[in-house]
């Protein structure tokens, strides 16, 4: 079975740090993504990879950045928290083509 | 640009009850559609995959069928017991390179009564 780990299930961090969250999977998938989760705006891409050191913006890229420097591991990074980036972070990967998107267990952040 | 809607928003049945959860979308210039769960807190777990060329996938009491020209899909499950309780989140992904993003319904909040 396809495994995706993320690093934390819940973070507290305060207004102005620098965060990281990891994400890893173990199936060799090409595509990572990083989705953030709001109640009543669903699931909003951040940030998709597509290979390794590639990156694209999703639909709400601002204040975030990502690094994919191998193939198993996909990082979002928030350069400066603030309190409207607190959500459940979600990672998902998948294979090229038509297959099935992995989802990890995700981190629910909270920024103070 | 697709957009994809799910009805209703919640829904409460008595255990044992067949029902019927819907998702539609805009575009039908998709790949795939995929159906998932979720628990309250936790991440998404994948129930079935339907590719653009299949009218519809079964899963033990899970059926779920695509209409690509009517942009609709079905989420049926049989028999619902409580440990379905979940919301489920349906899924498309466009024709868009082979990036494999997904583009998400708001989701069905399910509660199944003892």
């Known amino acids: 079975d396809v495994k995706v780990t993320q690093s934390s299930r819940y973070l507290v961090k305060r207004t102005g740090e620098k965060v990281f969250l990891e994400c890893v999977q173990d199936?060799?998938?090409?595509?990572m993504f990083w989705y953030r989760q709001d109640p009543g705006l669903g699931l909003r891409l951040i940030y998709f990879?597509?290979?390794?050191?590639?990156?694209e913006k999703g639909d709400i890229p601002e204040g975030y950045s990502v690094s994919r420097e191998k193939k198993e591991r996909f990082s979002l990074i928030l350069e400066s928290a603030s309190t409207n980036q607190t959500s459940m972070y979600l990672c998902?990967?998948?294979?090229?083509?038509?297959?099935?998107?992995?989802f990890g267990p995700g981190t629910r952040l909270t920024v103070t | 640009k697709q957009e994809v809607t799910q009805i209703p928003a919640a829904l409460s049945v008595p255990e044992g009850e067949n029902l019927v959860l819907n998702c539609s979308f805009t575009?039908?210039?998709?790949?795939?559609l995929q159906w998932f769960r979720q628990d309250p807190g936790k991440g998404l777990t994948s129930l079935l995959l339907i590719q653009s060329s299949q009218r519809e996938q079964t899963s033990g009491r899970l059926n779920a069928s695509l209409d690509k020209s009517s942009g609709r899909s079905t989420l049926y499950i049989a028999a619902s017991q409580p440990g379905d309780s979940a919301t489920y989140l349906c899924?498309?992904?466009?024709?868009?390179?082979?990036?494999?993003?997904?583009?998400f319904g708001q989701g069905t909040t399910l509660q199944v009564k003892p």
């Open positions: 575009d039908s210039a998709i790949y795939n």
């Open positions: 899924a498309v992904r466009p024709y868009s390179g082979n990036t494999g993003k997904l583009i």
């Open positions: 199936m060799d998938h090409e595509n």
């Open positions: 998902a990967s998948s294979l090229p083509g038509v297959g099935t998107a992995h």
């Open positions: 990879s597509y290979d390794v050191k590639m990156k």
